[in-house]
C-alpha cells in the first residue's frame, strides 16, 4: 500500500543527476574547521587549546548544557586557531581550527564489539551522546535526547525515515542501497533503547532499487516493516511521515512523542550503530554535491572539510553559479561563501545555475488559494502572510504560524512568485521577539 499525506507539491526531482553514484571516499583535508555548534541547543564547550595534537575521534569539545552534544576531530593533527568562523546555518560562530599531520591517526582502535545488543539500553544511550550524533537529515536535533522521552510519554513505534523528498538529494538513498544492513542495525538499537517493538522503514517509490533491497531484508522480521511512500513533497517532514505511515496525527504545537512515535533518519540509524557497535563518533557522513556542477557527486566526507574543496573535487561550477545552497533547494540554506565547512547536519550542496534562480518582481496576491491548497500543516498562507505584512503578530499567530514548518510548498507554486515562506519566516521570528518581550 502506498500512503502520503495531505496537501505538498511535485517539484522536478533532479536526482538522475546523482542518484546512480557510487558513494565515494573523499580525500582528506589539508584542514578542517570543527564548529562547537552543530546542533539544536546550546553551543559546546572546547576542551582543547591551541597547539593541541588531537588524534581522529577525540572530543574537541563537550556538551554545556542538558541539550548539547559533544564535537569530535575529523582527522590527526595540530590545533590552530579556536576562532569564530562563518558557518552554514547563518552566523559566524566558534569552531576548532584543525591542520592535518596527514596520518588520520584513530583516537582509539574502534574495534567492532560483536555482543553490543547484549549492552543495556542506558549504555547504549550513553555511547550514542559521547558520539556526539544529531539528526542528520538536516534537523540537527541532539539524537540521545530523543531517545530520552518523558515518563507520560511512552513510544510505542520507531520510524526510519529515507523519504528523501528534497529534490537533488540522493545521499540517504546511497546509504539505503550500500549500507542497508547498518541501517537496520542501527534501527534495532533504537527500539531496544526506547524499549519498543514496532518499527518502520519509510522510503518514497522513486527508489525502488532502496525499497527492493529493505524488502528482501526484512521480509521475515516480526518487529520492522517496509513503508513505501507516495512520491511528494514535503514527505519526509516528521508530522507527515507520521501521517503517512501510522495514521496518526501529531496535534498543532506537539512533538511526535505526543502519538508514540520517534522519528528517526536512515543516516542517523547508521551512525548511532557505528556508535554503539564501534564506539565510533559522528567525524564523517554523505554529502550529495549536485546541481550546477561539472561532476555531481556522492561523497563521504570529513566534518569540517570546506564547501569550496567539495566542489573542487567534483570538477567545480559547470556555469556560473547563481546560488550554492546547503541542503536541498526547498528547506535548504542558501551559502554567502564556500568557505563554510560541511556539518553534522549537512546532507547536501546543490548549485543552482544563474538561470535557474528565479529573478523578478513579486506581484501582488491574486488571491488564487494555491499556497492553502498545498500547505501541509492546513495553514491559509495567504491571510497569514497579509497579518504579517501589516505587522499584526497577535493575529498572525492566532492563525497558527508558529506551526508552518517551512517546507517553501507555497512559494513553489504561487504564480505571483510571492516569497510566501520567507515572509512565514519572517513573522514567526517577529511572533517570538513578541512573546519575549510579553514575559518582559
Ligand atoms: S512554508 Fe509554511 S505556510 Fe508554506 S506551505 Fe510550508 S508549512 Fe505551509
Ligand atoms: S499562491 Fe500566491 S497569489 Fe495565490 S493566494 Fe497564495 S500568495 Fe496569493
Known amino acids: 500500500m502506498t500512503r502520503t499525506f495531505r496537501g505538498g507539491i ?7 543527476l546523482s542518484a546512480a553514484k557510487a558513494i565515494e571516499v573523499m ?13 539544536i541547543g546550546r553551543i559546546s564547550e572546547a576542551i582543547v587549546q591551541v597547539g593541541d595534537r588531537v588524534l581522529r575521534g577525540q572530543p574537541v569539545s563537550k556538551p554545556s548544557g542538558p541539550v548539547s552534544v559533544s564535537s569530535h576531530a575529523s582527522l590527526s593533527g595540530t590545533v590552530k586557531a579556536i576562532e569564530s568562523y562563518p558557518h552554514p546555518l547563518g552566523q559566524a560562530a566558534p569552531a576548532v581550527v584543525i591542520e592535518s599531520d596527514g596520518l588520520d591517526e584513530p583516537h582509539i582502535d574502534f574495534a567492532f564489539n560483536s555482543k553490543y545488543m547484549s549492552l543495556t539500553p542506558e549504555e547504549m544511550k550513553n555511547l550514542i551522546a559521547d558520539a556526539g550524533i544529531t539528526g542528520m537529515g538536516g534537523a540537527t536535533f541532539p539524537t540521545h535526547i530523543k ?10 513505534t520507531v520510524i526510519l525515515n529515507g523519504a528523501e523528498c528534497e529534490p537533488y538529494l540522493t545521499s540517504d538513498h546511497r546509504l539505503m542501497l550500500e549500507y542497508p544492513e547498518d541501517i537496520v542495525h542501527g ?17 518514497e517509490k522513486n527508489k525502488p532499487d532502496a525499497i ?14 517496509l513503508c513505501p511512500l507516495k512520491v511528494k513533497y514535503p514527505q519526509g517532514a516528521e508530522k507527515q511521515l507520521i501521517y503517512a505511515t501510522t495514521r496518526r496525527q501529531v496535534p498543532a504545537g506537539k512533538l511526535p512523542m505526543e502519538v508514540g512515535c520517534v522519528v528517526q533518519n536512515v543516516g542517523t540509524a547508521k551512525a548511532i550503530y557505528e556508535a554503539v557497535a564501534f564506539q565510533k563518533p559522528l567525524i564523517e557522513r554523505v554529502v550529495t554535491v549536485t546541481g550546477a556542477v561539472r561532476e555531481p557527486k556522492n561523497l563521504l566526507v570529513r566534518i569540517g572539510t570546506s564547501v569550496r574543496e567539495l566542489i573542487e573535487y567534483c570538477g567545480g561550477f559547470r556555469e556560473e553559479p547563481g546560488k550554492v545552497i546547503m541542503g536541498g533547494p526547498m528547506m535548504g540554506i542558501a551559502q554567502f561563501t564556500l568557505d563554510v565547512p560541511i556539518i553534522k547536519g549537512s ?38 502572510v497579509s497579518y504579517v505584512e501589516n505587522e499584526r503578530w497577535d493575529l498572525a499567530k492566532e492563525a497558527g504560524i508558529m506551526n508552518c514548518m517551512e517546507c517553501g510548498s507555497c512559494a513553489f507554486v504561487c504564480p505571483a512568485g510571492r ?10 521570528f517577529m511572533v517570538q521577539e513578541m512573546e519575549k518581550a510579553e514575559k518582559k
Open 419 to 428: 516569497n510566501v515562506m520567507h515572509l512565514m519566516r519572517f513573522g514567526k
Open 212 to 225: 527492493a533491497i529493505f524488502s528482501e531484508l526484512l521480509k521475515n522480521d516480526g518487529q520492522i516493516s
Open 10 to 16: 511535485h517539484p522536478p526531482d533532479h536526482k538522475a
Open 147 to 156: 531517545l530520552m522521552p518523558p515518563q507520560d510519554k511512552p513510544i510505542d
Open 187 to 203: 534501527l534495532r538499537i533504537i527500539m531496544k533503547v526506547l524499549g519498543v517493538t514496532k518499527g518502520f522503514v519509510a522510503i
Open 27 to 39: 580525500p582528506l583535508s589539508a584542514r578542517v574547521v570543527i564548529p562547537l555548534q552543530q546542533h
Open 347 to 384: 546532507s547536501g550542496i546543490v548549485v543552482m545555475s544563474r538561470g535557474e534562480v528565479k529573478e523578478y518582481e513579486p506581484q501582488e496576491c491574486i488571491a488564487c488559494a494555491q499556497c492553502v491548497d498545498v500547505c501541509p500543516m492546513n495553514l491559509m498562507p495567504t491571510l497569514i
